[in-house]
């Protein structure tokens, strides 16, 4: 009975073939160190693009962020021929006469909204807290959003009296 077979010889005892199986090109350190430096600069490549992904995520992807910029944009586009400006007592709410309109800019539950003729009109959602401060001609509002970041803008307010 054949246990297997090496060069067309039957080998019958595995104890027999010890020596014809000698291989000298086997695996040598130096192919180890080779795999090993590839696998770091590999695995830090792959670290580093991770990282890198995460901060781009957090910052460029930032619904808050573009929605904040929004806000800013068309709060600086309300600030236009001013006639009248105050801020409510609790600094949550700024009442203010442009081209003969009243309007009320307020922190109400989670978003700051323009109240007109009866009507309201969201200027920024997701809000946690906000507050309007009025110093020397120069309105600033601090916001918090639901994920802790705060951001604050300081707009001139260009009072025109007629």
Not at 28 to 55: D, K, N, P, R
Not at 133 to 150: F, L, Q, R
């Amino acid at each position: 009975m054949c246990i297997f077979k090496i060069r067309d010889k039957c080998v019958k005892n595995v104890s027999n073939c010890r020596g014809k199986w000698r291989n000298e090109t086997g695996y040598t350190l130096l192919e180890a160190l080779f795999q090993l430096v590839v696998f770091v600069l590999i695995s830090h490549l792959f670290i580093t693009l991770m990282l890198w992904f995460g901060t781009m995520n957090k910052t460029v992807m930032s619904d808050e962020q573009s929605k904040w910029e929004l806000f800013v944009y068309d709060f600086n586009m309300y600030l236009q021929n001013i006639q009248s400006f105050s801020v409510r007592y609790d600094k949550r709410r700024i009442t203010f006469k442009a081209n003969n309109i009243t309007h009320n800019i307020d922190c109400y539950s989670d978003l700051i909204r323009d109240q007109v003729a009866g009507g309201h009109i969201p200027l920024l959602n997701g809000v946690r807290r906000c507050q309007f401060e009025y110093i020397d001609g120069h309105v600033t509002v601090a916001v918090e959003m639901p994920s802790g970041i705060k951001k604050e803008r300081t707009f001139y307010v260009p009072i025109i009296e007629k």
